[in-house]
């Protein structure tokens, strides 16, 4: 449990929420939207924190008297986190959270709910939890997260405080690796650039064989004009059934896996673009494979390597969407083999 000060960057919104707690006029619900993994909950909780904290410094909570202490140990019992049950948030747990705040506030002076992924709230439920919105319980503040505020109802974004946060530098993801996980600053720096910002996801990355399967799929795109159409068709089948584990989140569901493969693919078709248009190579996402990515580029046309993004940007949002895997696998392989064997008909 960390206090605003120890929290990495997000400055904007932690100073933000210092001024308000500084007038002691707190709204009774903000949006926290941002990507996973760069202070979302951890910044509600220092909210937390801060509301309750006996003995505040600055606008911040002491982290010594009895609320931080209970906030700490993760049993303050005025600290509520709603999560989706499956795929929803529904709206029977919306009635259970209502009956849970007819009752004061017990511990502390406030009461905070986290909503996690509060944008897979059911129709039903968003509309039951608009009228909490519109009649707040005394001493309750409520905090959604969201990946994009646009997903939620626009009544429901009217009656909330907007906080927005910002993917973490590269730098400050890559110091943090190296010295509180002892990764060297290579190997650290690659989590960073593969993570997009996300600290979250760099951790989990770095806690599995993230690396190796990445190398794998990175191999695999390379060698992808050299496969029979039959091999092509097998390697989608195999990514597209193999149910690896997601370093997003805790899910083993096979969408989450093949997420993960195909923003590694996008990562690929970008620098491919970078390289080809000369920029620097500090900003390529995958600087250790820098000999390939100047190979391969020189038989690219640029117009094919936007075609190929645009493919994989489809099939993300396709499987985001729950549409079959295994077909939106087994048709974007087949694009980009066919982008690939054009790539050699027009450099012979």
């Known amino acids: 449990m960390l206090t605003f000060s120890q929290i990495i960057g997000q400055e904007k919104a932690k100073g933000f929420l210092k001024k308000v707690l500084a007038r002691d006029k707190t709204p009774h619900a903000y949006i926290f939207s941002g990507i996973y993994g760069i202070g979302k909950t951890s910044t509600a909780m220092a909210l937390s924190m801060a509301l309750n904290c006996l003995s505040p410094v600055n606008s911040d909570a002491c982290g010594e008297c009895r609320p931080c202490r209970q906030m700490k140990g993760g049993n303050f019992p005025d600290f509520i986190s709603l999560l989706p049950d499956g795929q929803n948030i529904k709206i029977d747990q919306i009635r259970e959270l209502n009956r849970q705040l007819s009752f004061a506030p017990v511990a502390g002076k406030y009461r905070v709910c986290v ?143 093949v997420l993960d493969i195909l ?62 895997s295994k077909i939106v696998m087994e048709y974007t392989v087949i694009c980009l083999r066919n982008l690939a064997l054009d790539k050699i008909q027009t450099t012979s």
Not at 278 to 293: A, E, K, M, S, V
Not at 295 to 315: E, G, H, V
């Open 115 to 257: 909503l996690h992924q509060s944008e897979a709230m059911t129709s039903e439920a968003a509309n039951s939890f608009l009228k909490t919105l519109e009649e707040p319980p005394s001493g309750t503040i409520f905090i959604l997260k969201a990946s994009e505020s646009l997903n939620l109802l626009p009544t429901i974004v009217s009656r909330c405080q907007r906080i927005n946060f910002q993917p973490l530098p590269v730098q400050e993801i890559t110091a943090w690796l190296v010295k509180e996980r002892g990764l060297n600053e290579e190997t650290a720096m690659i989590l960073a650039k593969t993570s997009g910002g996300s600290l979250g996801l760099a951790i989990k990355m770095s806690e599995n064989d993230f690396l190796d399967k990445r190398q794998k799929w990175l191999l695999s795109l390379i060698n992808l004009p050299a496969m029979s159409g039959d091999e092509a068709f097998e390697m989608a089948l195999e990514y597209a059934t193999g149910k690896a584990k997601s370093a997003k989140n805790s899910s083993d569901g096979e969408e989450t896996g």
């Open 263 to 324: 923003g590694v693919w996008q990562n690929w078709y970008r620098d491919l673009l970078l390289v080809k248009d000369d920029c620097r190579t500090d900003l390529l996402i995958n600087p250790d494979f820098q000999y390939d990515l100047k190979n391969t580029s020189k038989n690219y046309k640029m117009t094919n390597l936007i075609k190929a993004m645009m493919k994989i940007d489809q099939a993300q949002t396709d499987i985001i969407r729950m549409r079959n």
